[in-house]
T-cell receptor, first 116, second 109 residues
């Protein structure tokens, strides 16, 4: 079964440390999304890429967050420096964009981040 | 105002009951709509797409009301296994999948 792979599954770190989360989208999928989920805010869209180009990262705090796709098989989300309010589950999702707005999103299992 | 809004619930219903959720969206240009299901501590998974003419998949019926800008999900004959959070998703025409905060459903034995 094709799936989106995220690493690490869990991360506990101290405030001020750098955190890097990785995502391997499903082979052939050209649209990749990063979401953050908290109890209060639900699923917030942080950034998304189409054919590796960033389309929109307006949902992301620019001073500390960065998202990249160094190649078609890897997307990264970095937080530097991390803060306790960044504690959340971070999901990566991918879709095969065929130019129609009816494509199913496939999610990874998420990274549970705790910043102490 | 949030782009996509849902009643967080929880909706507690007995087995066999019919339950309906609504989801409102603010962007009238939105073109595609979905319902996702999320189990506790798991990733969201697609439940069904929502088409203009409405669509049905077994016990689940999804409807779109463009005039009032909402989508709905109806679950008939609820099962214990339907207990989950139901997320509506709206695409406002920019390949941007916007999720609602979800509605929690608990089906009671």
């Amino acid at each position: 079964d094709a799936r989106v792979t995220q690493t690490p599954r869990h991360k506990v770190t101290e405030m001020g440390q750098e955190v890097t989360m990785r995502c391997q989208p499903i082979l052939g999928h050209n649209t990749v999304f990063w979401y953050r989920q908290t109890m209060m805010q639900g699923l917030e869209l942080l950034a998304y890429f189409r054919n590796r180009a960033p389309l929109d990262d307006s949902g992301m705090p620019k001073d500390r967050f960065s998202a990249e796709m160094p190649d078609a098989t890897l997307a990264t989300l970095k937080i530097q420096p991390s803060e306790p309010r960044d504690s959340a589950v971070y999901f990566c999702a991918s879709a095969s964009d065929q130019g129609i707005l009816d494509e199913k999103l496939f999610f990874g299992s998420g990274t549970q981040l705790s910043v102490l | 105002r949030k782009e996509v809004e849902q009643d967080p619930g929880p909706f507690n219903v007995p087995e066999g009951a019919t339950v309906a959720f609504n989801c409102t969206y603010s962007n009238s240009a939105s073109q595609s709509f979905f319902w996702y299901r999320q189990d506790c501590r798991k990733e969201p998974k697609l439940l069904m797409s929502v088409y203009s003419s409405g669509n049905e998949d077994g016990r689940f019926t999804a409807q779109l009301n463009r005039a009032s800008q909402y989508i709905s999900l109806l679950i008939r004959d609820s099962k214990l296994s339907d207990s989950a959070t139901y997320l509506c998703v709206v695409i406002p025409g920019t390949y941007k999948y916007i999720f609602g905060t979800g509605t929690r459903l608990k089906v009671l034995a």
